[in-house]
C-alpha cells in the first residue's frame, strides 16, 4: 500500500527562481493597481503543476522570517554578499503567502530560523509519521535530506524540467557520497552564496576526495596526521576552525521549535470561490479562464462569465486532411474563412510555407502539406480572389506576401488577430498565435514553442496527424477570437483605427516591403574599401600613442593600457574591470588616443552594421534590400525597420550619408524622391496642449526653436539668435516631448543641474499650455491606466501607480511622450495610405519604397516628378486637421543621399 505523502514547499527560493525566470516580462506582469506579479504567475504555476499532480495528504510551504537567524549569530557575513531583494519583488510576498493559503495550503514562517530549518524539522516528523515526503525547492542544500523516505526536488527550469535527488541520485552526482555528506563537502570547500568560507584553498574536487577518504570533517582532523606533509595540509590544519563552523552552518536542523503538528498540515484543496476574486485582483486572466472551462465561476459573474466560459471550452475541432485529388472538395466553402500558412522560417519573404489550413466552424477546416498544388489550384485561387468572401488571419501582411509569391492577390482580408490584439494592448506584441489566443482567454490551441520547440530543437512536426491537428486548432483560435476583439475594438472605440488605418496599411506595407529598394553593391564595396583602410590608419595612429599594439576591441585589454599604463583616472569600474563604455569614453574625448578609438569605435559599427551587413541581405535575383516593417512591435505606434534596419543609418555622420548614396533607383531615367515632415512631434504637441504661444510660432511659419530661444533666454522678438542659443532652444523642445528632467537636459548640453532646471521652469512659464497639458495627461494616466493618441490609439502603463521611483517616473514619461509620438504616427501611416491611393488613382509608376520615421522614400519615373512634388506634400499636409499647419518638404535626387 502506498505511503500518505507530505508535499514541503520552499517558498523563498521559489519565489526568487519564479522571479527571475519571467523578470524579462517583469514590467508586463503588472496589475491595475501597479502590483508587480510576474513571480506570482510563476508561484502560481507552479502550484498548480506540482500540488495537483502529486496530490498530497499533507502540505507546507515554508518562509524565511527574515535575514536576522541563529545562523547570522555566528557569522555576521553569513548571506551578507547577496543582493539587495528587488522592490518589485518584496512587494509580491505578501500576496504570494495569500496564494498559498488559498490553495488550500499551510504557510509558516519562524523567527530566528531559515525556510530551509522548518524544512527540515517537518520532513523528519513526516518519515518517523511513515509518510513519504517530497521537498520542492530551487536549493541543492536541500538535498542533505534526501533518505529513502524524502525526496528532494530540484527546479532547473520552471517546473518542466526537475531533477529528483534521492540517496542514489546524490550517490551518482557526488561519485557516491551519502546525501548527508554533502554538509561536509560545503563545510570544506564553503559556499559563495550563502558567504561562508571553509577552508582557504580547498576547491570541489579536493574536498571531494577528501570526504571520500575521511567521510566527515571531524574524522578528517581526528586523522590528519595520516596525510603526508603539504601545502594542502598546511591550509586544512590552518582551516579547521573554519572548516567546523562552515560545516556547523550548513547543517540544517531537523529539531526546530514548530508550533504545529502534522495533522495541522492537511492538504485542503484550492478554495475556488476566494480565488476567483484574488486571480480578478491580480489581473490573472489565464488563471481565470482555466477556472472558468472547470466550472467555476464568480456568483455575480453572470452572461460575462458564461461567454468566457464559452470561449475557454476546448471541444474537438473538426479537421480535414486535404490531399490533391479532393481540392474540389474546397468548393463547398462558403462565408467568412480563417486561412492560415505555416512558414519554415522567421524571413516570410524567402521562406517556404510548409502547410495551409482553411476553413470555417460550419464547414470544418482543410489541412495540407501539398502547398505548390494548393496555390496553383483554380478554386483555392478563387477562394482566395473572390471579394465576397471575407478571409479572417494572423498577420495579414505576411499572409497577402506568402500569397503573392504564388501570384496570388488576396482580397477582402477581414480580421487580422495579431493586429487586433496590439491594438488591444501595445505592451503585449507577441507573434505566436497560440500565446496570444491564450492570454486573450482561448486554451485550445497550443504555442508553437510546445509544439515545435524552439532554437535548435526547432521542429515542424513530420507527423500530419499533430501538425494538422495544430493548424487546425490555430485556424479556429482565429475564428473564435475574431468577434470577441472586434467588440473590444469597438468598446474603446478603435474601430476607425483598426478598419481605416492599420488593416489596409498591412496592404501598402506588404507592398513596399516586396518591391525593395535597389543597394549599388559596388558603391558599398568601395566603402568598405576605404573605411577599412580608415580603421587601420586608426589602428596605427592608436598603436603609436599607446606604446604598443593591442586588441582595441577587448575592453579588458583597453582598460589596462589607458588607466594602468597611461595612467588616466578610471571614471567607472565594473564586475569584470574597467568601464570602457562610450559614455566613459566620451567624458575623456580631449584625451588623443581616446579621440582616435571612439573614431575608430564609429567606423567599425558602420563597417560591420551598415556596409558588411547590407552587402549580406542584397537578394541576388533583383540587387535590392527587402526590410520588413513589424506592424507590432513598437508601443507608440511607429513603425520600426528590420533585416535590415534602414531607419537607424545614421544621418549625421558623412559615412552614414553615403551609404545612402548606395540606394538607387530600379530603372534608368528613375529618381530617388523623398518627402518627410518638418518638426510633426511639435506640431502636434502644439494641437494637443492648446498652448498659444507655440500655435502662434507654427501659424506664423516661425522657426519654432528661435522663437523659444528668445523666450526662454529673454531676447527681444526680433532679435538674432546665436547657433549655440538656437541649440539649447532644440534640446528643450524635443527634451520636452519626452519627458526630459533637468538631469537628462544639463547631461544632454553640458550645463549644471541647476541652469538645466531653469532653462525648464523659465520654457514652462513661456508655454504654459504645454505645463498644464503634461500635468493632466500624467493624472489622465493614473486614474484610467492608459494614455491614448488622436487616433484612439491606447498604450497601457501599468507601472503609472509603482511603488518603484525609477518605475513609476519611467511610466509617467512615457505618458507624456506617447500621445505626442504615437499621433505622429497616426499621422504619417494615414499619409502613408492617402498617398498609395492617390499613386493609383492617377495611374502612376511610381512607387513608395520606405518609411523612415517622418520621411517617405519613392522611386519614380522622371516625367512623373513635377506631378510628384505637387501631389505628394498635399496628401501629407492634409493627413490630419491641426490646429497649426502641417508642413511637409520634398526633394529628388539620384540616390537617396541625393534626395536629402
Not at 486548432?473 to 473564435?480: D, E, G, Q, Y
Amino acid at each position: 500500500m502506498a505511503k500518505p505523502i507530505l508535499l514541503l514547499v520552499d517558498g523563498n527560493s521559489l519565489a526568487f527562481r519564479a522571479y527571475f525566470a519571467l523578470i524579462s516580462q517583469v514590467n508586463r506582469f503588472v496589475s491595475h493597481e501597479g502590483l508587480h506579479t510576474n513571480a506570482l504567475v510563476g508561484f502560481n504555476n507552479l502550484l498548480d503543476g506540482i500540488v495537483e499532480p502529486v496530490k498530497p495528504d499533507l502540505a507546507l510551504v515554508a518562509w524565511d522570517k527574515g535575514k536576522t537567524t541563529f545562523r547570522t549569530g555566528k557569522l555576521a557575513s553569513y548571506k551578507g554578499n547577496r543582493d539587495k531583494t528587488p522592490v518589485e519583488l518584496s512587494e509580491q510576498f505578501p500576496y504570494l503567502r495569500q496564494l498559498v493559503e488559498l490553495h488550500g495550503i499551510k504557510s509558516y514562517e519562524l523567527e530566528n530560523y531559515e525556510a530551509d530549518d522548518i524544512i527540515g524539522t517537518t520532513a523528519r516528523m513526516g518519515a518517523e509519521a511513515g509518510y513519504q515526503v517530497i521537498i520542492v525547492t530551487g536549493d541543492r542544500d536541500l538535498t542533505q535530506l534526501a533518505s529513502d523516505d524524502c525526496t528532494v526536488w530540484v527546479t532547473k527550469k520552471g517546473i518542466t524540467e526537475i531533477d529528483h535527488y534521492d540517496p542514489a541520485f546524490v550517490a551518482e552526482k557526488f561519485d557516491g557520497l551519502l546525501p548527508k555528506q554533502i554538509i561536509e563537502l560545503k563545510g570544506l570547500q564553503g559556499d559563495n552564496s550563502d558567504n561562508y568560507p571553509g577552508v582557504a584553498g580547498v576547491g570541489p574536487k579536493t574536498a571531494l576526495k577528501l570526504i571520500k577518504q575521511f567521510h566527515s570533517i571531524p574524522e578528517l582532523y581526528t586523522r590528519i596526521d595520516e596525510l603526508k606533509p603539504s601545502k594542502q595540509k598546511e591550509k586544512l590544519i590552518a582551516g579547521q576552525a573554519d572548516a567546523m563552523m562552515s560545516r556547523n552552518l550548513a547543517t540544517i536542523r531537523t529539531d526546530i521549535p514548530v508550533e504545529y503538528d502534522l495533522k495541522d498540515l492537511t492538504y485542503r484543496g484550492p478554495d475556488y470561490q476566494a480565488l476567483i476574486p484574488f486571480y480578478q485582483r491580480l489581473d490573472f486572466k489565464q488563471q481565470l479562464v482555466k477556472l472558468a472551462n472547470q466550472g467555476h465561476l464568480a456568483e455575480t459573474a453572470g452572461e460575462a462569465a458564461d461567454e468566457a466560459l464559452e470561449i475557454a471550452r476546448e471541444e474537438p475541432v473538426e479537421m480535414h486532411a486535404l490531399s490533391p485529388d479532393h481540392f474540389s472538395d474546397l468548393k463547398a466553402l462558403k462565408d467568412s474563412l480563417s486561412v492560415y500558412i505555416e512558414l519554415d522560417d522567421e524571413d516570410y519573404h524567402t521562406a517556404a510555407p510548409v502547410a495551409i489550413v482553411i476553413g470555417n466552424e460550419h464547414q470544418g477546416y482543410f489541412v495540407t502539406r501539398d502547398v505548390e498544388e494548393l496555390m496553383a489550384n483554380e478554386t483555392f485561387q478563387g477562394l482566395m480572389t473572390d471579394p465576397t468572401i471575407t478571409k479572417n488571419v494572423f498577420d495579414a501582411k505576411k499572409t497577402g506576401i506568402a500569397l503573392s509569391r504564388f501570384g496570388i492577390q488576396v482580397q477582402a482580408l477581414h480580421y487580422d488577430i495579431l493586429l487586433m490584439s496590439y491594438l488591444l494592448d501595445v505592451n503585449d506584441n507577441s507573434n505566436d498565435l497560440g500565446a496570444l489566443a491564450q492570454e486573450h482567454g482561448y486554451m485550445a490551441v497550443q504555442t508553437d514553442e510546445a509544439v515545435y520547440g524552439r532554437g535548435a530543437k526547432f521542429a515542424i512536426p513530420a507527423d500530419d496527424s499533430v501538425l494538422f491537428k495544430h493548424l487546425a486548432n490555430k485556424a479556429r483560435a482565429i475564428n473564435r477570437l475574431a468577434n470577441q476583439m472586434i467588440d473590444d475594438l469597438k468598446e474603446r472605440q478603435q474601430l476607425e483605427l483598426y478598419w481605416d488605418i492599420e488593416l489596409p496599411l498591412a496592404t501598402v506595407l506588404a507592398q513596399m516591403e516586396m518591391t525593395g529598394i535597389k543597394v549599388d553593391s559596388q558603391r558599398l564595396l568601395a566603402m568598405d574599401q576605404d573605411i577599412s583602410q580608415q580603421l587601420k590608419d586608426l589602428e596605427a595612429k592608436i598603436y603609436a600613442e599607446a606604446g604598443h599594439s593591442f586588441n582595441i576591441n577587448s575592453t579588458q585589454q583597453l582598460g589596462t593600457v589607458l588607466f594602468e599604463e597611461m595612467g588616466y583616472k578610471p571614471l567607472k569600474k565594473t564586475k569584470t574591470g574597467y568601464s570602457t563604455s562610450v559614455e566613459v569614453l566620451e567624458q575623456m574625448a580631449d584625451i588623443p588616443i581616446v579621440e582616435s578609438i571612439l573614431d575608430y569605435r564609429q567606423l567599425a559599427k558602420i563597417k560591420s552594421t551598415y556596409i558588411t551587413g547590407l552587402l549580406k541581405v542584397i537578394h541576388g535575383s533583383d540587387s535590392k534590400v527587402h526590410t520588413h516593417y513589424p506592424q507590432t512591435l513598437t508601443q507608440t505606434g511607429r513603425l520600426s525597420s528590420k533585416d535590415p534596419n534602414l531607419q537607424n543609418i545614421p544621418a549625421r555622420l558623412e559615412e552614414g550619408r553615403r551609404i545612402r548614396q548606395a540606394f538607387v533607383p530600379s530603372f534608368p531615367d528613375w529618381s530617388i524622391l523623398s518627402a518627410d515632415y518638418s518638426q510633426i512631434e511639435l506640431r502636434v504637441l502644439a494641437h494637443m496642449t492648446g498652448d498659444k504661444n507655440m500655435q502662434a510660432a507654427f501659424q506664423s511659419g516661425e522657426d519654432i526653436h528661435a522663437d523659444t530661444a528668445r523666450r526662454i533666454f529673454d531676447l527681444a522678438p526680433d532679435a538674432t539668435v546665436d547657433p549655440n542659443m538656437r541649440r539649447q532652444a532644440k534640446a528643450v523642445n524635443f527634451g520636452i516631448v519626452y519627458g526630459i528632467s533637468d538631469f537628462g537636459l544639463a547631461k544632454n548640453l553640458g550645463i549644471s543641474r541647476a541652469a538645466a532646471k531653469d532653462m525648464i521652469e523659465r520654457y514652462f512659464n513661456q508655454y504654459p499650455g504645454v505645463k498644464q497639458w503634461l500635468d493632466d495627461i500624467v493624472l489622465f494616466a493614473r486614474e484610467h491606466g492608459y494614455v491614448e493618441t488622436m487616433a484612439h490609439r491606447r498604450r497601457y502603463l501599468p507601472d503609472i501607480k509603482a511603488k518603484n521611483f525609477h518605475l513609476r517616473s519611467f511610466a509617467e514619461r512615457t505618458a507624456m511622450n506617447t500621445p505626442i509620438q504615437g499621433s505622429a504616427a497616426d499621422i504619417i501611416k494615414i499619409a502613408m495610405l492617402r498617398v498609395q491611393k492617390a499613386l493609383a488613382r492617377e495611374h502612376l509608376q511610381t512607387r513608395m519604397l520606405l518609411q523612415v520615421h517622418d520621411e517617405l522614400i519613392f522611386e519614380a519615373p522622371n516625367t512623373e516628378l513635377e506631378l510628384l512634388h505637387q501631389l505628394i506634400p498635399e496628401i501629407m499636409d492634409s493627413a490630419m486637421s491641426l490646429d497649426v499647419p502641417l508642413k511637409v518638404a520634398s526633394h529628388e535626387g539620384a540616390t537617396w543621399y541625393d534626395a536629402k
